[in-house]
């Protein structure tokens, strides 16, 4: 009898000591970043989802820039963009639009919306396009029809602001369309935890922890950083 209360809390201490276990990894995997020695400038992706970001607090925790989403598509502007936007330059924190390129749209019709969003300021960092597939467009055009509309997106927005874009790519567009082999800008790359390797130049952004915890915001964000 003894000894089979002593095999059953011998069981509960093993699984409370793998609970813990699994709670601590947790919680080092949601704070992870790349140390700072290596990657001196850190930032975050922002959008509507995220709600109200207390950007004082962020600023105050390490959060060097941000890009914040303006556009998605050729309709859809984020609720938050402006609020963000102004909420970014009064805690001195460098910030920068986004816009989600839709392969069912047209370009010239996504820039439009871009540039009827996006106010032309010498204070913001270069527009970001972040290319990637999603289940609202299931459409693949061929490799021509893409690289035009991307160069003809990329061309009205930034005669607009004035400077060239970033390419925000992830790494099944960039399998399937080669696009910065094809377009002379600098690469934002995403993989999780581990250093990126799949564009044809060396990325000067990466998304290292797509889920990041940090003060000033509810939701996990999008922690980059910047190859110097």
């Known amino acids: 009898m003894a000894s089979g209360k002593f095999r059953l809390w011998r069981y509960a201490a093993i699984v409370l000591a793998l609970a813990l276990g699994a709670f601590v990894l947790w919680r080092v995997v949601l704070g992870w970043a790349p140390a700072r020695d290596d990657y001196p400038v850190q930032g975050i992706v922002a959008d509507a989802r995220h709600g109200k970001l207390d950007w004082p607090m962020l600023a105050a925790t390490g959060v060097d820039f941000a890009y914040i989403l303006?556009?998605?598509?050729?309709?859809?502007?984020?609720?938050?963009?402006?609020?963000?936007?102004?909420?970014?330059?009064?805690?001195?924190?460098?910030?920068?639009?986004?816009?989600?390129?839709?392969?069912?749209?047209l370009a010239s019709d996504q820039a439009t919306l871009f540039i009827t969003?996006?106010?032309?300021?010498?204070?913001?960092?270069?527009?970001?396009?972040?290319?990637?597939?999603?289940?609202?467009?299931?459409?693949?055009?061929?490799?021509?029809?893409?690289?035009?509309?991307?160069?003809?997106?990329?061309?009205?927005?930034?005669?607009?602001?004035?400077?060239?874009?970033?390419?925000?790519?992830?790494?099944?567009?960039?399998?399937?369309?080669?696009?910065?082999?094809?377009?002379?800008?600098?690469?934002?790359?995403?993989?999780?935890?581990?250093?990126?390797?799949?564009?044809?130049?060396?990325?000067?952004?990466?998304?290292?922890?797509p889920e990041r915890r940090i003060d000033g915001v509810d939701e996990p964000v999008q922690w980059v950083v910047v190859r110097q």
Not at 79 to 100: I, K, S, W
């Open 70 to 105: 303006a556009t998605d598509g050729s309709k859809n502007r984020d609720t938050n963009f402006a609020t963000n936007m102004a909420g970014a330059r009064e805690a001195g924190v460098r910030f920068g639009p986004l816009h989600r390129y839709d392969l069912c749209r």
């Open 117 to 209: 969003t996006v106010p032309r300021t010498d204070a913001a960092l270069p527009a970001a396009v972040e290319f990637g597939f999603s289940e609202k467009c299931a459409s693949k055009p061929d490799r021509a029809l893409v690289l035009s509309e991307v160069a003809t997106f990329l061309s009205q927005i930034e005669a607009h602001l004035g400077k060239p874009a970033i390419l925000k790519i992830s790494q099944e567009f960039e399998n399937q369309y080669k696009l910065s082999s094809s377009i002379d800008r600098t690469v934002w790359l995403e993989k999780t935890w581990l250093l990126p390797d799949y564009a044809a130049r060396p990325w000067v952004m990466w998304t290292a922890n």
